[in-house]
T-cell receptor, first 111, second 115 residues
Framework: RKEVEQDPGPFNVPEGATVAFNCTYS??????FFWYRQDCRKEPKLLMS???SGNEDGRFTAQLNRASQYISLLIRDSKLSDSATYLC????????????FGQGTTLQVKP | DTAVSQTPKYLVTQMGNDKSIKCEQN?????MYWYKQDSKKFLKIMFS???????INETVPNRFSPKSPDKAHLNLHINSLELGDSAVYFC??????????????FGPGTRLTVL
């Protein structure tokens, strides 16, 4: 299994749709997880952190399944401004802070 | 009030030249990173410094040399630039709270093009 695996997409959805991305990871020692958002030609920005089984922030919900080693991101009521690449990042398991970024899943929300 | 800043934003240069990219963070973090994002969009760690000490040194050519004069700055010097060095280089910072590393904050990136 790759360290972090994501479906690159693109996922093309209409405004208002609900869309979910999955991410699998290989390092069972990761304790924290992050979803970053990266707009075209911009830097990655933290969207959500997950430290337990899940986290919810407005239209965004992240769920963690440690047994199966996957984490999902659900976006409800998609907006045009949600169009971006979403990067799955398992937290570091060593004391170096090293993060392994997934390839990212590209979302395109259409009017 | 920029949190993580990088200069320059764009860098176009000839093969064989030596260039530097600078990074500064005003978040008070103790750890800084350099990442490379190539044309396939993979974001890969290159180096990391914690309180001016090198803690991550991935397999990168030794033409790349990071320097951290203090914990708020991490610069990247590249010697003898090659075509394959063309990429976007991101600086990032985070705080190590002793138990784990918190989320990383990224600079705007430096788009390097080697001709």
């Amino acid at each position: 299994r790759k360290e972090v695996e994501q479906d690159p997409g693109p996922f093309n959805v209409p405004e208002g749709a609900t869309v979910a991305f999955n991410c699998t990871y290989s390092n069972s020692a990761s304790q924290s997880f992050f979803w970053y958002r990266q707009d075209c030609r911009k830097e990655p920005k933290l969207l959500m952190s997950v430290y337990s089984s899940g986290n919810e922030d407005g239209r965004f919900t992240a769920q963690l399944n440690r047994a199966s080693q996957y984490i999902s991101l659900l976006i409800r009521d998609s907006k045009l401004s949600d169009s971006a690449t979403y990067l799955c990042v398992p937290g570091p398991s060593s004391n170096t802070g090293k993060l392994i970024f997934g390839q990212g899943t590209t979302l395109q929300v259409k009017p | 009030d920029t949190a993580v800043s990088q200069t320059p934003k764009y860098l176009v240069t000839q093969m064989g030249n030596d260039k530097s990219i600078k990074c500064e963070q005003n978040l008070g973090h103790d750890t800084m990173y350099w990442y490379k994002q190539d044309s396939k969009k993979f974001l890969k760690i290159m180096f990391s410094y914690n309180n001016k000490e090198l803690i991550i040194n991935e397999t990168v050519p030794n033409r790349f040399s990071p320097k951290s004069p203090d914990k708020a700055h991490l610069n990247l010097h590249i010697n003898s630039l090659e075509l394959g060095d063309s990429a976007v280089y991101f600086c990032a910072s985070s705080q190590n709270n002793g138990l784990s590393y918190n989320e990383q904050f990224f600079g705007p990136g430096t788009r390097l093009t080697v001709l």
